[in-house]
């Protein structure tokens, strides 16, 4: 499906307020509410747009802390890239999991309430996960920016 520039408009109207009204966004793109509102749907049939998400702030639900952990499994085989997704996939608090090219296979984005939260997270979950030969894990002092919106 071709995004035309009104689409994107849209896009990025949503990306910043996606609890608005169609009325509040057929206006703010300058687009009559019907129209608007068929584009909409287009974008989300079409799978685009893939859902909605109320973004939480990590300070008032009490995860604090941001950990990158990199891992380097003990293999490259289909099965053991397989396991670790797998397992990966099940531990609540990795918000985000790359395979990555490079020194490492994984990077993980961990959050925790703090450092003791992560020794519990590291011995009940990362340590035990399959495959891995090696972890390295990386404390963010502080987030400077960060977006969920992607430029279109």
């Known amino acids: 499906m071709e995004v035309d520039a009104t689409d994107r408009r849209i896009l990025t ?5 996606g609890r608005m009204s169609n009325a509040e966004l057929a206006e703010r793109i300058n687009l ?7 584009r909409v749907q287009r974008l989300e049939k079409d799978r685009i747009i893939t859902g909605y998400v109320a973004l939480l702030d990590p300070r008032e639900v009490d995860r604090r802390t941001t950990v990158f952990v990199e891992i380097t499994l003990s293999g490259q ?3 053991v890239l397989d396991a670790f997704e797998k397992e990966v996939a099940r531990i609540p608090d990795v918000l985000e999991c790359h395979l990555m090219s ?17 020794a519990r997270i590291h011995r009940k979950y990362l340590a ?5 030969a090696q972890m390295h894990s990386s404390f963010a ?4 920016f960060k977006t969920t919106a992607l430029p279109v």
Do not use: I, M, N, W
Not at 13 to 17: P, S
Not at 32 to 38: E, I, M, P, T, Y
Not at 102 to 118: E, I, P, W
Not at 141 to 144: E, F, I, N, S
């Open 13 to 17: 109207a949503l990306q910043k307020q």
């Open 128 to 132: 035990r996960l399959p495959g891995v």
């Open 102 to 118: 490079g020194s490492h296979d994984y990077l993980l984005k961990v959050v925790a309430r703090d450092t003791d939260d992560f």
């Open 32 to 38: 009559s509410a019907s129209a608007c509102h068929r």
């Open 141 to 144: 002092l502080r987030t400077v």
């Open 77 to 79: 085989a289909d099965e």
